[in-house]
């Protein structure tokens, strides 16, 4: 139980630390490797979250944010899943790779 509350505590700390780097990162260009660790890392934290959700957490455009995760897909990070519940929607989850 301790050891689940810590875990959730950390995590939270996690998904603020990166929503305040990603805001510092908005009007520079930063390491390409480094921001996809990030995002990589709040795909893991969100649980399988759809585009949008992913964008929304971070504060960056959907098209901003299609495009990391299209970088992902392509580098076999990620892969997106079709939800069973809205065939229109898709969730992101990390491959074995990661």
Known sequence: M??????????????????????????????????ETFCMEIILALKEPTINEFASFVHISSPNAAYKVNSLIQKGYVEKVQSSQDRREYHLRPTKKY
């Not at 301790?2 to 390491?31: C, G, M, P, W």
């Open 2 to 35: 301790l050891k689940d509350a810590f875990f959730n505590v950390y995590t939270k700390f996690k998904l603020h630390f990166y929503q305040e780097i990603f805001s510092r990162f908005q009007d520079r260009e930063a390491s390409r490797t480094t921001v």
